[in-house]
């Protein structure tokens, strides 16, 4: 019988006697393998194995398929709506479909079990969210919202304290972008100050003059293509706001202490002293 008459056959059956005819076909494999010789099972294995590598093969081909044509800019928008439901715990702002059926969100505080400390400035006062950042992020009809908005990523980049380091991989088998890392991420930062004439980047623009490290960052070739005025204004207002953390005073308390030549420095013993500095 060929296996299209078959299929008919099957069918046409009630389930009933499906069920009996399944039960005679496992009973009659059972049978075939226990007759098997070694070399017969090996070879029953291996045909096995190699039915399902096609199957696999094929299964994969028709991603693949499906990737060649695929436009990432003509998908449609899933919009999960606005980011308005508010933790009674925490204060986080959640989306709707995120509330659990008792309405106590556990993915930011564990239904008010985990208590953040309140960020501080280097005075030890609560460190109050700054309110041209907030207009930035939350306001429209701000001026500089499209800009901030769009170039986010460079903005953070440009006033942080550390690069990213980490093994970035990629795979070419289409579908939509996704930033993909093997291994740790970790933090990078370089000597305190710039060496062999470069200029100064992360860390090390808060051990110079502000003024100066406001002009380098709004000056970075990598930031050209924007808006300047825009772009100008707002780092400067970050870096107002930066200044009031307890990181950068102690950079800014590394900028104050003598710049004694390595030279002198050496006289000291045979080995210079080493200095420190730890964040945790």
Request: charged share 25%.
């Amino acid at each position: 019988m060929t296996k299209e008459r078959k299929a008919r056959w099957l069918g046409r059956q009630s389930q009933e006697s499906l069920d009996r005819i399944r039960a005679v076909d496992v009973a009659a494999y059972r049978r075939r393998i226990e007759a098997e010789t070694p070399a017969q099972s090996q070879a029953r294995r291996e045909r096995n194995a190699e039915a399902h590598h096609i199957v696999r093969d094929r299964q994969c081909q028709r991603i693949r398929d499906k990737a060649i044509p695929f436009i990432e800019a003509q998908l449609e928008t899933d919009n999960c709506g606005p980011v308005n439901i508010i933790c009674q715990f925490c204060k986080s702002k959640n989306f709707a479909a995120e509330r659990p059926s008792d309405g106590k969100f556990t993915s930011c505080c564990r239904k008010g079990k985990i208590k953040l400390e309140k960020p501080s400035d280097a005075l030890s006062n609560d460190f109050l969210y700054p309110n041209f950042l907030l207009d930035l992020l939350t306001n429209p009809n701000n001026p500089d919202y499209k800009n901030f908005h769009d170039n986010i990523r460079s903005y953070n980049s440009a006033v942080s304290f550390a690069s990213m380091g980490a093994k970035v991989v990629d795979f070419s088998d289409g579908g939509p972008y996704v930033f993909k890392v093997h291994g740790q991420i970790c933090y990078r930062t370089g000597h305190i100050q710039s060496v062999d004439g470069q200029a100064p980047q992360y860390a090390q623009l808060y051990v110079i003059d502000s003024t100066q490290a406001t002009e380098i960052r709004v000056n970075h070739p990598a930031n050209e293509q924007w808006n300047f005025e825009s772009w100008i204004k707002s780092i400067t207002s970050l870096d107002s706001t930066i200044d009031c953390l307890t990181h950068t005073a102690c950079f800014e308390r590394l900028k104050k202490r003598p710049r004694w030549p390595s030279g002198k420095v050496s006289t000291s013993g045979p080995e210079g002293r080493r200095f420190e500095i730890r964040f945790h």
